[in-house]
């Protein structure tokens, strides 16, 4: 796992919530809050923990790698009730979503560039 393969994984959300609401597709809103079963969650508390537990980038990156999930099934959750102009509003620049998803970004660059990871 890479900073850009994270931010990346990540950035997709948003054409998943879309494509949901184009096919009336109901989301695992469960699964989508948890931090932990994306691919880059299960990395963060696996080999990035191992990596960069000890670092303070790296409970900064966990943190806002939780916060983009709560925003992201707050997302889910409209789509599944049909709330689907709610849904797409939520998507939009400067929303809590928008902004949870740019923290995230810089804290997923902050913690890859640190220099010496810990063992």
């Known amino acids: 796992m890479n900073a850009d393969q994270a931010i990346a994984a990540h950035r997709e959300w948003k054409n998943r919530f879309l494509a949901a609401m184009g096919e009336q597709k109901q989301l695992n809103v469960d699964e989508i809050?948890?931090?932990n079963c994306c691919a880059f969650g299960k990395w963060l508390y696996g080999r990035g923990k191992t990596d960069f537990g000890q670092t303070a980038n790296?409970?900064?990156c966990v943190a806002a790698h939780?916060?983009?999930h709560l925003e992201a099934a707050k997302v889910a959750r409209l789509?599944?009730?049909g709330k689907l102009q709610a849904a797409t509003s939520m998507l939009m620049s400067g929303t809590p979503y928008a902004q949870a998803?740019?923290?995230l970004t810089i804290?997923?660059?902050g913690m890859f560039k640190e220099s010496s990871p810990q063992d």
């Open 33 to 35: 809050e948890a931090d």
């Open 58 to 60: 790296y409970q900064k």
């Open 66 to 68: 939780a916060a983009f």
């Open 79 to 81: 789509v599944n009730e």
């Open 101 to 103: 998803s740019e923290a």
């Open 107 to 109: 804290k997923v660059i």
